[in-house]
């Protein structure tokens, strides 16, 4: 420690020094951020993927999900109803579907 100087002072200038130094940090790398938005992402990973509708990304598997989805959600709930730990997390995500698929079907006509 320095001689004459408080141990609180001496704390209170790291403290700042600290603060100083991040706060530099900060700003460096909050002006690189733009450069790395130009440049693809800040790894340089992002890319335009090309449509792929084979495989699993095929339109008609994601409707069978969307189907199995609402049908075991409500199919469960009715089934098993609220006093099973199950059920009752059936009957309290029912509406998830609702919110999750309902705009998509009303915008889809």
Excluded at 15 to 29: D, E, N, P, Q
Excluded at 47 to 67: F, M
């Amino acid at each position: 420690m320095l001689k004459g100087i408080p141990p609180q002072a001496q704390t209170s200038r790291l403290m700042k020094r600290a603060f100083r130094s991040c706060a530099v940090l900060i700003s460096v790398v909050m002006m690189l951020v733009p450069m790395a938005a130009r440049a693809g992402g800040p790894f340089g990973i992002d890319h335009t993927v090309p449509l792929d509708n084979s495989g699993i990304w095929a339109r008609h598997h994601q409707k069978v999900l969307e189907g199995a989805t609402i049908l075991t959600v409500v199919g469960g709930s009715l089934a098993l109803g609220d006093r099973d730990k199950l059920g009752d997390t059936f009957w309290r995500g029912r509406s998830a579907p609702a919110w999750a698929f309902g705009p998509h079907v009303a915008t889809r006509h």
